[in-house]
């Protein structure tokens, strides 16, 4: 019915489509496993150990620590033996765009922390470039968060108060919620996007330490700060501290508890478990 040619037709069109699904389906492999070699490259980056200190018995500027709440009140689970710290994460955007060390699309949260890595340790540094590193740091006095890579762009921690039109200073893949109302995020912001003309001002990456105690947070201004003692720290900007979540964060890491900037009082006036942090070397 067909003659010769329109056979020969059929049957090179036949196996072109089959060559291109054959192609299709290697290159979908082939990117599979490239995207698999990323994630494990970050996993390793992200968890490679520092050393933190050198070890003191008060806080200090240049110091090494690592930032862990004092409690995380859920189901009488022994966090304690989890050793939760601050932690930064990487989100998806940033794997698939190929970022292999931390970057401003970094998220931050509270994440196990089996021994001192990349992402869960961070140094203090002065709130200015001055370089005070040695000097002991006091309750009052502001100070900034910074990672520790890369080492070539320093990245700092960093929030802000709401916009005019409510939205939020930091871009987020989490958010948490107080009584209805999105609390603020927490950030990061590199060196050169910090400053007078900058995206953030450079006043919203300072913090400062808080006596846990209402009754004696006057009376310890300018004082030392003991080493793994609970403290409240305060972002200076909006002056609401900073806060460990018991709301779940599904990170490329596995479930953490989300962290944000906000203060959480009980009836007694007394700042609860939510804000009580302290460091460790």
């Known amino acids: 019915m067909y003659g010769p040619g329109v056979r020969v037709g059929n049957w090179l069109e036949t196996a072109l489509s089959e060559e291109m699904r054959v192609s299709e389906m290697k290159k979908r492999r082939e990117s599979g496993n490239l995207l698999l070699d990323r994630t494990r490259a970050v996993y390793d980056r992200f968890y490679q150990e520092t050393v933190l200190g050198p070890p003191q018995d008060v806080l200090a500027l ?23 710290v601050l932690s930064v994460v990487i989100t998806q955007e940033g794997l698939h765009r190929n970022c292999h060390t931390i970057n401003e699309m970094c998220d931050l949260s509270v994440a196990p922390a089996p021994h001192p890595s990349l992402r869960s340790s961070f140094r203090i540094v002065s709130p200015n470039d001055d370089d005070r590193s040695g000097q002991y740091l006091a309750y009052g006095e502001k100070f900034r968060l910074q990672t520790l890579e890369p080492a ?20 987020k893949a989490f958010y948490t919620t107080k009584h209805g109302e999105v609390t603020l995020p927490l950030g990061l912001v590199s060196h050169k996007n910090c400053g007078p003309s900058a995206r953030v001002p450079s006043s919203h990456t300072h913090f400062f330490c808080a006596h ?70």
């Open 152 to 171: 070539d762009e320093p990245m700092y921690l960093f929030s802000g108060p709401k916009r005019l039109n409510l939205s939020l200073p930091v871009e």
């Open 62 to 84: 240049g110091a090494l620590v690592q930032l862990r709440p004092v409690k995380i009140n859920v189901c009488r689970q022994q966090d304690i033996d989890q050793n939760l």
């Open 212 to 281: 846990k105690d209402p009754d004696l947070r006057f009376e310890s201004e300018g004082k030392t700060i003991p080493v793994n003692y609970p403290l409240l720290i305060v972002h200076a900007v909006t002056n609401r501290n900073l806060a460990v979540e018991n709301v779940v964060a599904n990170t490329l890491f596995g479930p953490e508890f989300q962290v944000s900037v906000e203060t959480y009082k009980n009836v007694y006036k007394r700042e609860t478990w939510k804000n009580q942090w302290k460091f460790t070397y």
